[in-house]
């Protein structure tokens, strides 16, 4: 059938026939990824209208309002980007959701510099519609964090050694340094890729050529360079972020082998149906995979050693240290695995499949954004989310009129609950920076006097005990605070949702008048509009 198909197409196939003979002429595979990151970015704006962005997105932007080469949770790659494009596109939700597909099309068109290092043609496409049904590009990739900017790193770091390798070229080498180093400032994690390299390079059979020449040895140099102001501040602030890392090592051997167990298997269930659409492409052809694998390129067998580092060093480290393992780490990964199965066989793939895979991935898309965003936005609206995404803007807005009315004056700085900051810090119109390193909010108390001195708000979700306990801690260290609530209610297209309490605790600024309803400081309280 699909080779009656392809000598006869159907009318309705010959459109994307024409579109699959233009993959080597150059325009092909960017049509597909501008398409995905469209239609992607326009379920997320269908899917949360009044959901607001996730708090991982909004922890992006607010690192990066303030350049460093290290943040006291994460490494910098994340608030980098992110205050780069909201320094060219508005503070707005679809701005930072458009900058999250855009993430995720840069790297699938980085996966496609590989695989053209290994086929031409269809093939190519074959590689990005697999992907494109796995969850990696499209939900993971959403919650713009220092796990989903690693989706575009990955691929741009092994593209850049396989050149290194084959080549041995200095600017190669150079080009592999820079980009193992941009990984790293993504997030430790990539220091299983940086080991799979040196691993894949050593188990080659070409590895005498290549440590032989200065390639490798020009990217550690580079890559040491272009790390060492990160190295710097870790050495000068005390290492926080390996601080927050080793937080996840703790486990004992059962808990380990249970981590690596569900890594395994999370990653497995990642790829299953990518997985199974394969089988059914290759059918009985399966059968030639030993020969495929016994024949593979010199360049893929240099990949499938990468890809074999990715999966057992975690692995390891999980079950010797004790480490969470949790399979979101690695979904930037999968596009290894996607490369060696197609690109890894010996016999042509018709392109009757590659037009039947575009078709389910088109259809998976706008079924996506026509039926489940819809269904998605209408149930958050009455359920809400665990994190309360759907009251950050008006809890946002709320918390300005009131420090407004009290003060005004814009309001400077804004703690409390991490989210809740970070969401006010966005959607007020003041924009107030962030006035606590994240991780000691709660065990350091009073912000600086200088902060208090400017005028400082910190605002709670009711039923959030930490954050309450710790407001009244606060308050009865002295100092003017006026203690207020108000419930926000979500809505959507005019229709009203879910409603909460949030309990707000102001510091005014030094010389303002303490109004009448702030004499019994913490204790004043007062509803607002619903």
């Given at each position: 059938?699909?080779?009656?198909?392809?000598?006869?197409?159907?009318?309705?196939?010959?459109?994307?026939?024409?579109?699959?003979?233009?993959?080597?002429?150059?325009?092909?595979?960017?049509?597909?990824?501008?398409?995905?990151?469209?239609?992607?970015t326009?379920?997320?704006?269908?899917?949360?209208?009044?959901?607001?962005?996730?708090?991982?997105?909004?922890?992006?932007?607010?690192?990066?309002?303030?350049?460093?080469?290290?943040?006291?949770?994460?490494?910098?790659?994340?608030?980098?980007?992110t205050?780069?494009?909201?320094?060219?596109?508005?503070?707005?939700?679809?701005?930072?959701?458009?900058?999250?597909?855009?993430?995720?099309?840069?790297?699938?068109?980085?996966?496609?510099?590989?695989?053209?290092?290994?086929?031409?043609?269809?093939?190519r496409?074959?590689?990005?519609?697999?992907?494109?049904?796995?969850?990696?590009?499209?939900?993971?990739?959403?919650?713009?964090?220092?796990?989903?900017?690693?989706?575009?790193?990955?691929?741009?770091?092994?593209?850049?050694?396989?050149?290194?390798?084959?080549?041995?070229?200095?600017?190669?080498?150079?080009?592999?340094?820079?980009?193992?180093?941009?990984?790293?400032?993504?997030?430790?994690?990539?220091?299983?890729?940086?080991?799979?390299?040196?691993?894949?390079?050593?188990?080659?059979?070409?590895?005498?050529?290549?440590?032989?020449?200065?390639?490798?040895?020009?990217?550690?140099?580079?890559?040491?360079?272009?790390?060492?102001?990160?190295?710097?501040?870790?050495?000068?602030?005390?290492?926080?972020?390996?601080?927050?890392?080793?937080?996840?090592?703790?486990?004992?051997?059962?808990?380990?082998?249970?981590?690596?167990?569900?890594?395994?298997?999370?990653?497995?269930?990642?790829m299953?149906?990518?997985?199974?659409?394969?089988?059914?492409?290759?059918?009985?052809?399966?059968k030639?995979?030993p020969?495929?694998?016994a024949?593979?390129?010199?360049?893929?067998?240099?990949?499938?050693?990468?890809?074999?580092?990715?999966?057992?060093?975690?692995?390891?480290?999980?079950?010797?240290?004790?480490?969470?393992?949790?399979?979101l780490?690695?979904?930037?990964?999968?596009f290894?695995?996607?490369?060696l199965?197609?690109?890894?066989?010996?016999?042509?793939?018709?392109?009757?499949?590659?037009?039947?895979?575009?078709?389910?991935?088109?259809?998976?898309?706008?079924?996506?954004?026509?039926?489940?965003?819809?269904?998605h936005?209408?149930?958050?609206?009455?359920?809400?989310?665990?994190?309360?995404?759907?009251?950050?803007?008006?809890?946002?807005?709320?918390?300005?009129?009131?420090?407004?009315?009290?003060?005004?004056?814009?309001?400077?700085?804004?703690?409390?609950?991490?989210?809740?900051?970070?969401?006010?810090?966005?959607?007020?119109?003041?924009?107030?920076?962030?006035?606590?390193?994240?991780?000691y909010?709660?065990?350091?108390?009073?912000?600086?006097?200088?902060?208090?001195?400017?005028?400082?708000?910190?605002l709670?979700?009711?039923?959030?005990?930490?954050?309450?306990?710790?407001?009244?801690?606060?308050?009865?260290?002295?100092?003017?605070?006026?203690?207020?609530?108000?419930t926000?209610?979500?809505?959507?297209?005019?229709?009203?949702?879910?409603?909460?309490?949030?309990?707000?605790?102001?510091?005014?600024?030094q010389?303002?008048?303490?109004?009448?309803?702030?004499?019994?400081?913490?204790?004043?309280?007062?509803?607002?509009?619903e």
């Amino acid at each position: 059938m699909a080779e009656r198909s392809d000598r006869a197409p159907a009318p309705w196939r010959r459109p994307f026939l024409r579109w699959l003979d233009a993959v080597e002429a150059g325009w092909a595979v960017p049509l597909l990824i501008a398409c995905f990151v469209v239609v992607w970015t326009l379920y997320l704006a269908i899917a949360y209208p009044g959901g607001g962005l996730h708090p991982d997105t909004l922890e992006a932007w607010t690192l990066g309002r303030n350049f460093a080469f290290g943040y006291h949770k994460h490494p910098p790659l994340m608030g980098w980007v992110t205050a780069a494009w909201t320094s060219v596109f508005p503070l707005s939700d679809w701005s930072l959701q458009l900058m999250a597909m855009a993430n995720a099309g840069l790297a699938l068109f980085f996966v496609d510099l590989i695989s053209r290092q290994f086929v031409t043609g269809h093939k190519r496409i074959l590689v990005l519609l697999l992907l494109m049904l796995t969850p990696a590009y499209q939900f993971h990739a959403q919650r713009f964090n220092a796990n989903s900017v690693l989706l575009a790193t990955w691929p741009l770091a092994t593209w850049c050694f396989l050149r290194a390798f084959e080549t041995r070229a200095w600017p190669w080498a150079i080009a592999a340094g820079c980009t193992t180093a941009l990984a790293m400032v993504g997030k430790y994690y990539s220091i299983f890729l940086v080991v799979s390299f040196a691993f894949a390079a050593l188990a080659h059979p070409a590895r005498r050529a290549y440590f032989s020449s200065a390639s490798p040895w020009i990217s550690v140099v580079v890559g040491l360079a272009a790390l060492s102001p990160h190295l710097y501040w870790l050495a000068t602030t005390g290492a926080s972020t390996f601080t927050y890392a080793l937080a996840h090592a703790n486990g004992s051997v059962s808990s380990s082998l249970g981590e690596a167990r569900n890594f395994v298997l999370g990653l497995a269930a990642a790829m299953s149906l990518s997985a199974l659409l394969w089988v059914l492409i290759a059918g009985t052809r399966l059968k030639q995979f030993p020969a495929d694998f016994a024949a593979m390129s010199p360049g893929l067998r240099l990949l499938f050693y990468v890809t074999i580092g990715t999966i057992v060093l975690p692995v390891l480290t999980s079950l010797v240290w004790g480490t969470d393992l949790p399979s979101l780490w690695a979904l930037q990964g999968l596009f290894l695995f996607a490369v060696l199965v197609v690109c890894g066989t010996s016999y042509p793939i018709e392109r009757f499949h590659t037009v039947n895979l575009t078709v389910i991935v088109a259809g998976a898309a706008l079924a996506a954004v026509l039926i489940a965003a819809p269904i998605h936005a209408i149930y958050r609206n009455k359920h809400g989310y665990e994190e309360g995404r759907n009251f950050y803007a008006q809890a946002a807005g709320e918390l300005t009129r009131e420090w407004r009315e009290q003060t005004g004056e814009p309001l400077s700085a804004v703690s409390g609950d991490d989210a809740l900051a970070f969401a006010t810090a966005f959607y007020s119109p003041d924009h107030p920076h962030y006035a606590r390193p994240f991780e000691y909010q709660y065990t350091w108390g009073l912000p600086h006097q200088t902060t208090l001195d400017r005028g400082w708000a910190a605002l709670c979700f009711r039923g959030q005990e930490y954050c309450s306990r710790w407001m009244e801690w606060v308050s009865a260290r002295g100092g003017h605070f006026v203690r207020r609530e108000f419930t926000v209610r979500a809505s959507l297209w005019g229709q009203p949702g879910l409603s909460r309490d949030v309990i707000v605790l102001m510091a005014l600024p030094q010389g303002s008048p303490v109004p009448a309803s702030a004499a019994d400081d913490f204790s004043a309280s007062r509803r607002g509009t619903e």
